[in-house]
């Protein structure tokens, strides 16, 4: 254990985090989602797993210590619902609204057509997969950088 870490952070994702530099992108996806089949084409090759927790518990724990890209218009973006690209979850919500509660400025999202989705996490550093049941519950979040003072550029 280490202190103030919170406790989904494993080995392995701490890893993965730390290791990802700016522009890397990191697939969170719902129970849904094929990650093991998707995974093995990232960067990482292997799906790595946080089952039994969901979106808004994964979120807040990677939020808590990944700074996200502020050189592009919308480092959040998420699976579009099928017919209906206008519209916004709750599940896409609740992610927005923790990284929001974890920034010091307003983050962009933008949707992303399914299978679009699919195609561009197999191009991604790794996926996470959750215990998210909610359909849609799929994102993928680009890496910033931390500038010398310790805070997101």
């Keep these: 254990m280490l202190k103030n870490l919170d406790p989904l952070l494993n ?16 697939t969170i996806v719902d129970s849904n ?23 808004p ?10 700074p ?6 919308a480092p959040i ?6 017919g209906e690209p206008e519209t916004m979850l709750e ?8 990284a929001l509660e974890n920034a010091d400025r307003e983050w962009k999202m933008d949707s992303v057509e399914r299978h679009s989705f699919y ?7 790794a996926v996470i997969a959750t215990a998210e049941r909610r359909p849609y519950g799929c994102f993928m979040i680009t890496k910033g950088v931390i500038g010398p003072d310790g805070k997101v550029m």
């Design 11 to 26: 080995p392995n994702l701490l890893y993965i985090l730390r290791a990802m530099g700016h522009g890397d992108v990191l």
């Design 33 to 55: 989602f094929p990650a093991d089949s998707v995974a093995s084409t990232t960067v990482h090759g292997e799906v790595i797993r946080l089952d039994g927790a969901g979106i």
């Design 57 to 66: 518990e994964v979120a807040s724990a990677i939020f808590s210590v990944f």
């Design 68 to 73: 996200l890209d502020s050189f592009i218009e």
């Design 77 to 82: 973006q998420y699976m579009q619902v099928v």
């Design 91 to 98: 599940v896409h919500k609740d992610l927005h609204k923790i």
């Design 119 to 125: 195609e561009q996490s197999r191009k991604t550093y």
